[in-house]
């Protein structure tokens, strides 16, 4: 285990109605909130009431900001802090998923300085401060609603990049299991993967051996997850199966599974950020067309931890190490069909002809993902096995 | 899952040479800090010096305050109570485990007001504000690092009393794990044994069956935090072992394995507070004893998740519930055995002649903690069992 630091001030408000605390709390925090919401089905399936409600009971003002895409982009974000500045808005309430709340959440620090945003994700300025975020999280998914971190994709330069910094922390996040009852089954299939990979990605790909107790932690939650999802897709109003996943969500990407780990990187969510950002591939779809494959074509390299998760979270006992690792791809890739998430790139609409475009996109952003060696070679391979 | 909050705004530095940074952080929060520490231990294994060193190198004034018991006590906490106060102190500096930083907990809330700190105890008053409190953990047991708890043993009453709130929590904890390098292999055993009992009074004793995400946290967690517990007792210089155990006994009283679980007892920990009050037992020892024996003789009301301990815990198939419940038991006995810890009444000096006393004392505090039907006949039974 490496040395680390943690600190994690979100305050999380657990449970079917807990919505109803948002006005009260924001009243703490300003006088005038910027609401931040997506393509409107928070106002069709009422939940964007239910915090208006709470905002106007408590004499909190807000300014409607919508039509985040489901790839928050650079643009709309601009005009997100443009529209903060001109309002004199002292916080954001964001009601959404990762989507959205990533989006508020670069709002925030981009309202705060006089520079243009994407100068914190090009590496040119670093976050010293932002406005206060709480959010109403409405697609149990990113784990975005319990740390720093937020991805956003430039239109222009072609890249889709995340920043954590501890000020991006949300100030209190604000789940109700409830809210997620109207998530298609597609989309709670690629929120499933999405919840899966982030804890996955951690865990097969670090170089410290020692890391038991992230192990123990990460494979324990996976576990409950998987069950979750598979029951959540069937019954999409089981309140148990819907809060299982909501919470599971949350620990798999609030920064505990992380610590310590040493080395590690994201290849899986690298190559799916590609598909999102050259075709708007939703991302725990692209997740799932990747990581089967990419689990197959490294089986070797990640043998000893692949062999490990199919022991201790598909419960499949077996010895050769080599064939456990293989047969840890095979499960993961029918726990995905299992649920309905696609496993090809035709199932997602893509086909041979785009490997090139995928292909120079990635190794264009490997580097800044710290994985130079996802080079030409390596990513046709990976593709050609999602084909 | 029930609704729940959570807010844990602790900051965590882990690793070797992180107590070098308490200097600058404690500058942060003050300009004079009473220092608590125990009986010397840290003063002859030079902890206490790496921790003067650094406040002298920022600049940070301080008052020592040493004498800590095993179990801290009531009168001592009020000494150092009126010494902060005397002196001015603006923060707390504690050098301990458990005992010390629970002791040092109470000094903070107790600093900032005019009544008896006991008053918090007994439910007068409650806990609104507190001084500052940084800790540098040398046990790797109690989470009190990482948590808004802290437990204290009143003489004069006979009680051993916890409180959990907010304010309690600590700003920074510290923890390297090199500092539990010379912690022998008794109390080390006694540390195992506690950090495995946080978790399972609660995974055992709730009545919400539809926590999956919080048991594979917990059985993950248990699981290393076991076989780091056995490496540390054979090898206790063994970094990454320590290190295991010190971070898995953070997360296993973080409040997180709690979130969400409805109803849950300590009836382990309500038993075992007795023995250290009356006799200062050492918390670990108590524990167990305790442990295995309430499982035994409990092992049909907790049959459900006995069994699912002794599956995914110690990975014993065994397909009859009431089986695999006493087999729980027994690999838990078999545990403790093998790390050293004591597993009868007479390993703790302890016999038959004592009994009357402790159920007494048991029974006098069961409706405090909740848990009334811990009536005579049901404590004599368990007690018994001990022998």
Request: glycine letters at 10%; a negative charge.
């Amino acid at each position: 285990m490496q040395n680390f630091t943690y600190f994690n001030p979100v305050r999380i408000e657990f449970g079917e109605g807990c919505i109803q605390k948002i006005g009260k709390d924001a009243a703490q925090y300003g006088k005038k909130a910027l609401l931040v919401y997506g393509q409107g089905s928070v106002v069709r399936n009422g939940i964007l009431k239910q915090v208006t409600d709470s905002l106007d009971a408590a004499g909190v003002e807000y300014v409607v900001f919508s039509g985040v895409k489901a790839n928050p982009v650079a643009s709309h974000t601009r005009e997100g802090i443009k529209l903060a500045k001109q309002e004199g808005c002292d916080m954001i309430v964001a009601v959404g998923g990762g989507s959205v709340i990533d989006e508020s959440k670069a709002i925030s620090a981009g309202a705060c300085v006089a520079h243009d945003f994407w100068d914190f994700y090009s590496g040119k300025e670093t976050v010293k401060t932002a406005l206060p975020v709480l959010d109403v999280l409405t697609v149990a998914a990113t784990g975005t609603e319990m740390n720093g971190g937020a991805v956003i994709t430039n239109e222009e330069t072609k890249e889709k990049l995340g920043i954590v910094v501890q000020p991006l922390h949300p100030k209190v996040s604000y789940l109700d299991p409830c809210v997620t009852f109207t998530l298609g089954k597609q989309y709670t299939a690629y929120a499933g993967v999405d919840i899966i990979s982030h804890m996955l990605e951690g865990y097969l790909t670090n170089d410290d051996p020692y890391c038991t107790i992230q192990d123990g932690y990460v494979e324990g939650v996976m576990r409950a997850v998987m069950d979750a999802v598979l029951t959540c897709v069937e019954n999409p109003k089981d309140y148990q199966a819907r809060a299982a996943m909501m919470w599971g969500s949350t620990l798999a990407w609030n920064g505990v599974p992380l610590l310590g780990l040493g080395n590690y990187g994201y290849p899986c969510h690298m190559l799916g950020h590609s598909m999102s950002c050259l075709y708007d591939t939703a991302h725990g779809a692209s997740l799932s067309v990747v990581t089967p494959a990419w689990m197959e074509v490294m089986a070797d390299k990640y043998q000893r931890k692949l062999a490990k998760f199919c022991r201790n979270v598909f419960r499949e006992d077996i010895s050769c190490p080599k064939e456990a690792a293989q047969k840890a791809a095979v499960l993961f890739r029918t726990w995905c069909r299992k649920i309905g998430a696609p496993v090809t790139l035709a199932e997602i609409g893509l086909s041979r002809e785009d490997i090139p475009s995928l292909r120079e996109n990635i190794t264009f952003c490997a580097p800044t993902w710290g994985m130079p060696e996802y080079d030409e070679k390596l990513v046709t391979e990976l593709l050609e096995h999602m084909l």
